[in-house]
Every structure is written in structure tokens, then in C-alpha cells.
């Protein structure tokens, strides 16, 4: 079984990371999910007050695994801070039926030289619950590995705080010797030296 669709361009990826994270889904075609999507992270109108926004978290926790890799299909590709804010902490409350379609979307981050979705996963990454990221470290640390490298300051930086918080201790410290040597960036190099020194 194989991911039907998610947005436009990258059904035929995810699918394939599915697969090889185990864990492949086939997403439900609701048209009322975009609806959902749409109203996510809203802070004025109707949609913008603390119970609708409550409501509509409900609503999208209902559709469990499918629902949450949907939602990541979306931010794939989305660069509006409010629908980035209210689609993470739908998945995080997703927690276990989110966190292997959030692995899979941070490993097609680390291939592509997009910035906002590498941040945006990284972030969700380390801010899922222990059980939830558990299963998936293994991979996580590979991730890392290539992410520590990137080209982008700001993935860098989300990359080193996920190794600190996520990754235990030694296995951080060797993630992030390997990439102390060729940090050019002052502040990013103090980050690596504070920590190193712990």
C-alpha cells in the first residue's frame, strides 16, 4: 500500500519514505480536510477564537494517521507562519500517529535545499514526546548527521538544538564534534563549544 495523495509534487516521495520507515498509509480523500487546514492557526474571525481553534484541534485529532499525514504533506510546502504554528501543534498532540510521517517529511527535508520545511520538522521533531520519537532515533540520528551540514544557518541551528534535546547525550556530543570542526559561524560555533564542554 502506497500514499495516494498529498500535495502536489509529493506523493510519490512520501510514499516511498513510508515504505521504507514501515509504516505506509493511504490518505483519505476528504475535501473537508483543506477546509480544516485553511482555519488552522487563525487568530481573528470566527475560526480565531480559543474554542473554535480548541474544536477544530479536536476535529483534526479524530482522523488519527491519516489526518496527520495529510497535514504533513501540507507543510511540505507551506511558508505561512500561521498555518506552520497551528499545523505543528496538531501534530504534536497527534504525538504516535504523527511522528513516523513527521520522521519521513524531515528525511525528505534533509535531501532538498528547502528551509522552511527542514526547520518546521526538526522543530516537531524535538518537541514530540519520548515514547512518540522513540521507535524512530535511529533514523532521526541519520538525519541529523546530514542536517548538521546544510547550508542554511537557521537549519543548523534547529539541528544542533534537536541533537542537544532529542538525541542522549554522547551520541549528541559525537553529532555535533563532527561538525564543530567546519562551523564558520561565531554564533553557531559558541553554541557547539558551550555544549562540547559539558
Do not use: N
Not at 67 to 73: P, R, Y
Not at 105 to 128: G, K, Q, W, Y
Not at 172 to 184: G, T
Amino acid at each position: 500500500m502506497s500514499i495516494k495523495s498529498i500535495s502536489a509534487g509529493h506523493s510519490g516521495e512520501l510514499g516511498a519514505i513510508g515504505q521504507t520507515l514501515g509504516r505506509p498509509v493511504t490518505l483519505i480523500g476528504r475535501p473537508e480536510l483543506a477546509e480544516w487546514y485553511e482555519r488552522l492557526g487563525r487568530w481573528v474571525g470566527p475560526f480565531g477564537t480559543r474554542t473554535a481553534q480548541a474544536e477544530l484541534v479536536r476535529t483534526w485529532l479524530e482522523t488519527g494517521e491519516e489526518g496527520a499525514a495529510w497535514l504533513v504533506g501540507q507543510l511540505l510546502c507551506e511558508q505561512h507562519a500561521d498555518a506552520i504554528s497551528g499545523s505543528s501543534r496538531v501534530l504534536l498532540q497527534m504525538r504516535g500517529a504523527a511522528a513516523p510521517h513527521v520522521v519521513a517529511a524531515l528525511a525528505m527535508s534533509a535531501r532538498s535545499e528547502a528551509v522552511v520545511p527542514a526547520v518546521t520538522f526538526l522543530r516537531i521533531v524535538r518537541d514530540l514526546d519520548a515514547e512518540s520519537v522513540g521507535p524512530w532515533l535511529p533514523q532521526i540520528s541519520e538525519i541529523l548527521h546530514r542536517l548538521v551540514d546544510h547550508f542554511d544557518k537557521d537549519v543548523r541551528l534547529a539541528a544542533f538544538h534537536t541533537c542537544i534535546d532529542l538525541l542522549p547525550v554522547e551520541q549528541a556530543k559525537r553529532v555535533l564534534a563532527h561538525r564543530r570542526a567546519k562551523e564558520a559561524d561565531p554564533e553557531l560555533a559558541e553554541l557547539l563549544e558551550s555544549f562540547l564542554r559539558q
